[in-house]
Structure formats: C-alpha cells, structure tokens
C-alpha cells in the first residue's frame, strides 16, 4: 500500500512544481510593475506608470476570478478580445485549483506517514520527489532549449496547444489596445522566471533523492 503512495506522490509532485512556480509569476504582480518602463508600455499604451498599473490590475483580476467581468482600466477592448482573457482565465483558475490539488495530496501522504512514522518508499533506490522532478526537469530543459531558438515559433505553438481552433489572441492593437499592456517581451521574460524557478527546484529534489550511499 505504501508503495502506491510513492507513485501517488510522483505526478502530485511534478504537478506541485510546475503549478507553483506558474502561479508567483501570476500572483506577484510587482513583477509585472517594474517591467512597465523597461518594456516602454507607457509609450506604447500612451498610459502612465499608474494608469497601466490599474489596467494589468483589472485584466488580473479578472484572470484570476476576483471579478465578474472583464475590464482593463481606460482602454478599450473587443468581444473577441474579452472572449481570449476568458479563455486566460478559465486556465489561471485551473493552475490554482492544481496547485491547492497537489499540494493537498502531498499533504495527505505526509500526514499519513507521520502518523505511521515512517517515509515513503523508494523506488529504485530513489525518492518519489526525484522521478517527478527528472521528467519535469526533463520537458521544462527540451521546452526552454526550444524557446531559446525561437520564441515566436514557441509563443505560437503554446497557444495552438492551449487554446486550440481559436485565432481569438491575435490581437489588433486598433481594436484591442489592452494587447500593448502585455507586450511579447513581457511573456519571454514570465517564461524565463518560470523556468528559473522550476528548474531549481527540480534540481534539489534531485540532488536530496538520489540513491543512498551503502
């Protein structure tokens, strides 16, 4: 029985993982502020500092299910473009509802072998934290390596990939100019903390689940 937990434990903690470090990038939002004037949004947007602060805050809001409807501050926007940050949101909610998932599981497992104190087992000589973070580790390093050769191509097939049939985030800045609130750098630069955090993280888990030394 135990053993099944070890297997549990190895999807729950690549979930964990990858969830986790996707939702700082999402949750901080001072990540997103210091950008501003580097990434010139208020010379693009024709906002200032304060005003593409409450524009992203409001967008965010809504991505993240803290309002009913879609707004970004002054700027106005399409049914098409609304339509693309209700698909946003639906996944927002759905990386938190994992993460709370995951974390949940992995909380259960420990507390039950807390309870019957003891830890559980290894496979192959390895823990379960190590398995998981091999195969994320594994995806996350081809994904980057990919990304890092061309970004566009990347940035295109994520969205074939998670908003599939829909041409709905190809935004006109004329009708959607909430579009140059969030421009491309802005995604590459989330990409990068995302994977900055993550592959980190899969490293320890590594590097502590190794095999035992006899």
Same mark, same amino acid.
């Given at each position: 029985?135990?053993?099944?937990?070890?297997?549990?434990?190895?999807?729950?903690? @690549? $979930?964990? *993982?990858?969830?986790? =470090?996707?939702a700082?990038?999402?949750? /901080? &939002?001072?990540?997103?502020?210091?950008?501003?004037?580097?990434l010139?949004?208020?010379?693009?947007?024709?906002?200032?500092?304060?005003?593409?602060?409450a524009?992203?805050?409001?967008?965010?809001?809504?991505?993240?299910?803290?309002?009913p409807d879609?707004?970004?501050?002054?700027l106005p926007?399409?049914?098409?473009?609304?339509?693309?940050?209700?698909?946003?949101r639906?996944?927002?909610?759905?990386?938190l509802a994992?993460? @709370? $998932?995951? *974390?949940?599981?992995? =909380?259960?497992?420990?507390?039950?072998c /807390? &309870?019957?104190?003891?830890?559980?087992?290894?496979l192959?000589?390895?823990?379960?934290g190590?398995?998981?973070?091999?195969?994320?580790?594994g995806v996350?390093?081809?994904?980057?390596?990919?990304?890092?050769?061309?970004f566009?191509?990347?940035?295109?097939?994520?969205?074939?990939?998670?908003?599939?049939?829909?041409?709905n985030w190809?935004?006109?800045?004329?009708?959607?100019?909430?579009?140059?609130?969030?421009?491309e750098?802005?995604?590459?630069?989330?990409?990068?903390?995302?994977?900055?955090s993550?592959?980190?993280?899969?490293?320890?888990?590594?590097l502590?689940?190794?095999?035992?030394k006899?």
């Amino acid at each position: 029985m135990q053993k099944l937990w070890s297997y549990v434990a190895i999807p729950a903690t @690549a $979930l964990a *993982v990858l969830t986790g =470090s996707v939702a700082w990038v999402v949750l /901080l &939002r001072p990540f997103y502020y210091v950008q501003i004037g580097p990434l010139g949004v208020c010379q693009a947007s024709g906002l200032t500092a304060a005003q593409a602060r409450a524009a992203y805050n409001d967008v965010m809001d809504y991505c993240l299910g803290l309002r009913p409807d879609f707004a970004a501050g002054m700027l106005p926007f399409s049914a098409e473009g609304a339509s693309h940050f209700a698909d946003v949101r639906v996944l927002f909610i759905l990386n938190l509802a994992f993460l @709370a $998932l995951s *974390v949940a599981v992995l =909380s259960s497992l420990r507390g039950a072998c /807390l &309870r019957q104190k003891t830890k559980l087992p290894r496979l192959a000589g390895r823990t379960p934290g190590f398995w998981a973070a091999c195969a994320l580790g594994g995806v996350i390093l081809i994904v980057t390596a990919l990304a890092a050769t061309d970004f566009d191509r990347a940035f295109t097939v994520f969205h074939g990939i998670f908003f599939p049939g829909k041409e709905n985030w190809l935004f006109d800045p004329a009708t959607d100019p909430v579009i140059l609130l969030l421009p491309e750098e802005f995604f590459r630069n989330c990409a990068i903390a995302i994977a900055a955090s993550l592959l980190p993280l899969c490293l320890v888990l590594i590097l502590t689940g190794r095999r035992q030394k006899k």
